[in-house]
């Protein structure tokens, strides 16, 4: 199990991914920084919060492309060939797969955080961090990325396609707000309509804004278990599509 | 203990099956060399072995211990490469190594490794920009970490030129002196005849002949070729003689039997006709032209 975990880690630290998508991170954190600062009434308030927040939007992309592609290159490369024909059962092999997208969300928190510490330098004024407004845009980002990203996963086995699953996940993330309107009127005549997946992708949204639950009709909590189930849920549908892929 | 056993492997594609009842067995420190023609099932026979494919009934055991999709423990000692080499483009030959290192393998080894394959030279290359040949060595150099007791090659040849391939023969040779045992398939069995100790010839998913190498060259059926101007004209003198003549470009070709009288039955048969000879030659058919005669039979059979 280390031993993949080490090989998936290793594949990553040799690939451009994490680079990129660091100075992507960066960008992100200076440019929310650089408009705040332009602005004669923006410069006037901490924009600490903002500027983390963009920052975690591109870390959302970045994870999209991750989640999408991290089980189909195997296939499109056939470097699967020597992944599944080892003495490690594909369970293995799809955790350690998880755990590397883990790895690779913890890093880019961590950039985005360094990148508004940075942001906070160069445009802020060395005005104070507001924890608990990064510890709130963490945890919905985190409930909204177990959700999301097993979807995706689940997509990108289906079709055996990583570009399908970008596209869709990005969809995703553009569409929900659009169809909140008439989700919401769904669940308005049908109250069960509130338990389907597209309801919880909110769940971001609802730990920024708590006013959402009156659209939801479900409390923050019942919000974050929703999508902690429904992502299992996808997740081990993707498992058993993973595991009967013949190569 | 035998390396290898695979019995009775049936595989289905749909409902089309692939694999008929297949069973051969490989001992410690020998070649099976795996025959073919392209589409017989060589590959799929491979993948069920490593678990790249299901197959819906039979046993495959590795140093007698049963392998299945869950169980694979057995695999740890099993070095593979199946139908091309697949490395990591964006990393380097040597980086791809390290990557598929267990941890049991140590730098000398792996130098050792990167030595006899013959991948040192551009060991620090990206294998995006590697030939077809390059990938191919280092397909093999991976298959060889981890100590593996059984090496399964798939078509490893495909792209070798043939000073490439002359040491590769060299090197599986070595290998299986050291006792690795090793399962190499190919479509030309030229390919690996001065090397495998026994053959598995397979067609449309069937084993239709097992051999060790000596047997598999004397038993090959003997001809007597008559190079003749008049092929036709010839092959009626000869069917006329009670003979069953084939006609082959300029040669009429009859079975042979172990002393002269053929020969000298259908040497008259022609004089008779007054067909003119311009050559007779009795040989032993080579390996190639056994095989195709083997496989022509087989379609034939098939075929009614
Ligand atoms: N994924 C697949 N789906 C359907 N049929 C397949 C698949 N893979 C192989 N086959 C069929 O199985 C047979 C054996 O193929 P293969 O094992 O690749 O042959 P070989 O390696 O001897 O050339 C062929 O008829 C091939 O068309
Ligand atoms: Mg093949």
């Known amino acids: 199990m280390l031993t993949l975990i080490r090989q998936e880690l290793y594949k990553q630290l040799h690939g451009k ?102 942001a906070n330098a160069l445009f802020n004024k060395m005005r104070s961090i507001p924890f608990d407004v990064f510890g709130n845009r ?31 996940g990005i969809v995703f993330y553009f569409v929900v707000s659009i169809i909140n309107p008439f989700l919401s009127i769904f669940i308005y005549y049908h109250s069960w309509v509130k338990y389907i997946p597209l309801t919880f992708l909110n769940v971001y949204s609802q730990t920024i804004s708590p006013m959402m639950s009156e659209m ?6 019942e919000m974050r278990v929703g999508s902690i189930i429904w992502g299992i849920v996808f997740l081990l549908i993707t498992y058993v599509v993973y595991n009967r892929r013949n190569v | 203990m035998k390396t290898l056993e695979v019995q009775s492997l049936n595989k289905f594609f749909g409902r089309k099956q692939a694999l008929f009842d297949v069973s051969f067995d490989i001992e410690p420190g020998t070649i099976l060399g795996l025959i073919g023609p392209n589409g017989a099932g060589k590959s799929t026979i ?54 598929f290192n267990d941890g049991s393998t140590t730098d000398e080894e792996m130098q050792e490794i990167m030595e006899e394959t013959q991948i040192i030279e551009f060991a620090d290359r990206k294998a995006k920009k590697y030939s077809l040949g390059m990938k191919q060595r280092l397909g093999i150099a991976i298959s060889l970490l981890n100590h593996p007791k059984l090496l399964i090659l798939d078509e490893p040849m495909n792209g070798l030129d043939p000073q490439s391939t002359h040491d590769l023969r060299d090197l599986l040779v070595k290998l299986s002196k050291r006792g690795i045992s090793i399962l190499i398939s190919s479509h030309l069995l030229d390919e690996l005849s001065r090397i495998a100790d026994y053959y598995v010839v397979i067609n449309h998913g069937k084993v239709i002949k097992k051999s060790d190498a000596k047997s598999f060259l004397s038993e090959g059926p003997k001809t007597i070729k008559f190079e003749v101007k008049d092929t036709d004209a010839a092959k009626s003198a000869l069917d006329a003689a009670g003979f069953t003549a084939t006609v082959y470009d300029k040669t009429v070709e009859i079975e042979d039997n172990n002393d002269s009288t053929a020969m000298n039955a259908g040497l008259s048969a022609l004089n008779q006709a007054g067909i003119e000879i311009e050559n007779v030659s009795r040989n032993q058919t080579d390996l190639e032209e056994s095989l195709l005669k083997l496989l022509s039979s087989d379609n034939n059979k098939e075929a009614k």
């Open chain 1, 17 to 118: 991914f994490y680079i990129g998508w660091g100075i992507v991170t960066l960008a992100m954190a200076l440019f929310a920084g650089f408009v705040y600062h332009s602005s004669k009434e923006l410069s006037q308030i901490n924009a600490n919060g903002p500027i983390f927040s963009s920052a975690i939007i591109v870390v959302l992309v970045a994870m999209i492309v991750f989640a999408s592609s991290i089980l189909t290159t195997d296939f499109s490369n056939n470097t699967v060939k020597y992944l599944f024909a080892r003495q490690f059962s594909r369970g293995k092999i799809f955790i350690s797969k998880l755990v590397t997208i883990v790895v690779m969300y913890v890093y880019l928190l961590v950039v985005s955080f360094v990148s508004t510490l940075i």
């Open chain 1, 138 to 168: 963490i945890s919905g980002m985190s409930f909204y990325l177990f959700l999301m990203l097993s979807l995706v996963l689940l997509i990108s086995c289906l079709f055996k396609s990583n570009a399908v699953a970008i596209a869709i």
């Open chain 1, 216 to 221: 939801t009709k479900l409390s923050l909590n």
């Open chain 2, 46 to 99: 491979m993948k069920s072995i490593v678990g790249l494919t299901d197959y819906n009934s039979g046993s495959i055991k590795i140093d007698g211990k049963e392998l299945t999709k869950n169980k694979r423990s057995s695999l740890e000692n099993v070095g593979s490469m199946i139908e091309s080499p697949a490395p990591y483009l964006n990393l380097t030959g040597r980086q791809n190594l390290k990557l």
